[in-house]
């Protein structure tokens, strides 16, 4: 089963535009990732945010974390053709895995 | 390029065949992890190593088992392929546990069970 889920599950804007796309997840976290997949390809570490931080910021991302509404969002600032991918969040780690949802597949239109 | 390397890219083979995936973890990294991908899923944990020891198992048969070696790379074979094995199976090393810390994935390896 998954337990986060992105919404929207597809999202197309245009180059320059902001993204913003949510994860909501069902039980309590220690942290939260997120992660890019260009073209079914592998997937690629962006951001972890742990539970008692409220945001953080990585070039033009910044992820937030609601740990009371168990949600996060992902925004993407001045977005670049080449940001066009599927995102995920992803919880839970160590011996149980993570647990991806699946996914916003983000289209950047030139 | 994040340093885990997937071989084969892609296979195909069929239903009740055997299939061996190998995977090349980052130099240090001592856990790896393999998941299965569906087309449009996100992806499913399968299992984790850590040490030559699997740690952990996610919902899976099994007749999917794996290794792990002395120098961390990994193998996951799946035996008596369905139709359903179809997928893109991904690696990930890290250095613990993935999730704690920054997880590096491999391209994947693209099966095709027919």
């Known amino acids: 089963s998954q337990q986060g889920e992105e919404d929207p599950q597809a999202l197309s804007i245009q180059e320059g535009e902001n993204a913003t796309m949510n994860c909501s997840y069902k039980t309590s976290i220690n942290n939260l990732q997120w992660y890019r997949q260009n073209s079914g390809r592998g997937l690629v570490h962006l951001i972890l945010i742990r539970s008692n931080e409220r945001e953080k910021h990585s070039g033009r991302l910044r992820v937030t974390l609601d740990t009371s509404k168990k949600s996060s969002s992902l925004l993407i600032t001045a977005s670049r053709a080449a940001d066009t991918a599927s995102y995920f969040c992803?919880?839970?780690?160590?011996?149980?895995?993570?647990?991806f949802g699946k996914g916003t597949h983000l289209i950047i239109q030139p | 390029e994040t340093g885990v390397t997937q071989s084969p890219t892609h296979l195909i083979k069929t239903r009740g065949q055997q299939v061996t995936l190998r995977c090349s973890s980052q130099s240090g990294h001592n856990t790896v992890s393999w998941y299965q991908q569906a087309l449009g899923q996100g992806p499913q944990f399968i299992f984790q190593?850590?040490?030559?020891?699997?740690?952990g198992r996610g919902n899976f048969p099994p007749r999917f088992s794996g290794l792990q070696f002395p120098n961390y790379s990994s193998e996951l074979n799946v035996n008596a392929l369905e139709l359903d094995d179809s997928a893109l199976y991904l690696c990930?090393?890290?250095?613990?546990?993935?999730?704690?810390?920054?997880?590096?994935f491999g391209q994947g390896t693209r099966l095709t069970v027919v």
């Open positions: 190593y850590y040490r030559e020891e699997e740690n």
């Open positions: 990930a090393s890290s250095l613990g546990g993935v999730g704690y810390t920054e997880a590096f």
């Open positions: 992803a919880t839970g780690g160590g011996a149980d895995g993570l647990t």
